[in-house]
Nanobody, 124 residues
Framework: QLQLVESGGGLAQAGGSLTLSCAVSGGSIFSYTVAWFRQAPGKDREFVASSSWWEVITYADSVKGRYTISRDNAKNIAYLQMNALKPEDTAVYHC??????????????????WGTGTQVTVSA
């Protein structure tokens, strides 16, 4: 049973940067796909980025070129580097882990372990 804890959220100005961390315990992330999702107020949770255990990286179009997902399997931590932030990036960001070998990384239902989230607020 994995436990995921996000950190690094906060307030940033438009154009600024933040780095989120997802610390994993209860197992090794080496054999998991790790992803970030976000949920803005009044909106459904949406896929942001994923890093599969077979080293495939995927991004949502809305963050491509601005966000970078990475993972340190030795430290059991996943990261989300967010640059060129926009007010529309404001949301609660969740990390999630999946054992699925399917390539539909954007599907929430593939992920069985979730963190409680960290708030990111971007001011104009």
């Amino acid at each position: 049973q994995l436990q995921l804890v996000e950190s690094g959220g906060g307030l940033a100005q438009a154009g600024g940067s933040l780095t989120l961390s997802c610390a994993v315990s209860g197992g090794s992330i080496f054999s998991y796909t790790v992803a970030w999702f976000r949920q803005a107020p009044g909106k459904d949770r949406e896929f942001v980025a994923s890093s599969s255990w077979w080293e495939v990286i995927t991004y949502a179009d809305s963050v491509k070129g601005r966000y970078t997902i990475s993972r340190d399997n030795a430290k059991n931590i996943a990261y989300l580097q967010m640059n060129a932030l926009k007010p529309e990036d404001t949301a609660v960001y969740h990390c999630a882990a999946s054992t699925s070998s399917r390539s539909d990384f954007y599907v929430e239902g593939r992920y069985i372990f979730w963190g409680t989230g960290t708030q990111v607020t971007v001011s104009a």
